[in-house]
């Protein structure tokens, strides 16, 4: 029976993985299901974490806990997206490791390469030059996770594995006006003036950064082939000091076209319009996902049909009896 500790459960990624390991353990697989939430177990509290990993003592852990947020909340709260990030990073990976967990899979995320670096990215593109200034101090937090896990790997022999992936989008995710994501953010603003019948949405910055999306369905299931793996495969297929695996579509489009094919999805019909008084950020960060598709991993679910569910969940989210839409979460 393997017990399986997957931190931050409630969020989007968290969630749609532990849907999936749910469906297994219900068609038979032998599996204990660990989770806390938030409120139950705050992962920047070393002593809650040691206690925690003590009494439960998982055999693996699945670390999709973080800070999260779009360009305007990682530029407006930088210290909140280190501090925090480094704290769950530090406690989960230590206090796994102090409690016998033999395997940890944890997230990262594309930010973490150079501004200005060929692309499609490639994996030992990391550490080669300097960051997007907008999410620096989130980058330099998700680098030490991948870091934590080579030097335990190195020391103590543990097989604590990272995963990187581009921007992803989908059911559960935080359709905050101003601190969530490219995505969901313009489901919201499109749908809004859908429904308005407004003429105008303005969309922020240039419109011409180029951004790759991925559906968390299909982050989930890359989550769990990449925990999967045998050990020597991984190990084939990755080096000691460049431990991590990009997780993406291969392929990206403008700001300006993810908001024509949003303005369609939620039958927009106006104009739209950008505000360069905003960041754009980088202007290009395609993942280089040979690694993970010669491994046998490829993504399945298109933006369209991506795009067309999330708005229908979006829209079933609408009207919590608290008068409020149940996705707008806070940062
Ligand atoms: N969304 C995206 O586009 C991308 C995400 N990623 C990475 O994927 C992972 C999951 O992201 P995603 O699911 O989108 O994020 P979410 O914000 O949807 O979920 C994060 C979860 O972590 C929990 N959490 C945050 N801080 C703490 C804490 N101190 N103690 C306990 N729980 C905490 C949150 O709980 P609560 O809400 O109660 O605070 C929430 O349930 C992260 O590592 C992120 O960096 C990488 C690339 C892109
Ligand atoms: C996953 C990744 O996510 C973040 O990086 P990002 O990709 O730059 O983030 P984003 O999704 O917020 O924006 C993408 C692009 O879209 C433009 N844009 C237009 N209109 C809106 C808009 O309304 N909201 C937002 N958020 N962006 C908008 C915006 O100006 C930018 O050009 C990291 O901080 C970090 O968290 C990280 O790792």
Redesign the pocket.
Known sequence: MRKIYV?????????AILRRLQARKDAGEALTLIT????E?????QAAVRDFMQAEKPDVVI???????GIHANNTYPADFIY??L??ECNVIHQAFAAGVTRLL??????IYPKAVPQPMREDALLTGTLEATNEP?AVA?IAGIKLCESYNRQHGTDYRSV??????GP???FHPTNS?VLPALIRRFHEAAQSGAEVVTIWGSGTPMREFLH?DD?AEASLFVLDLPKDVYEANTEPMLSHINVGTGTDLSILDIARMVAEVTGFKGRIETDPTKPDGTMRKLMDVSRLANMGWRAKIGLKEGLAGTYDWFKAEQGDIRGQAAAI?PV
């Open positions: 931190a931050g459960h409630r969020g989007m990624v968290g969630g806390r939430t938030h409120a177990l705050d992962l920047t509290s670390l999709a806990a973080a800070k999260v947020g925090e990030n704290m769950i944890q997230l990262g995320s594309s930010c989130y998700k990187m992936p581009t921007n992803l989008y559960g995710d935080n994501h968390v982050m979460r």
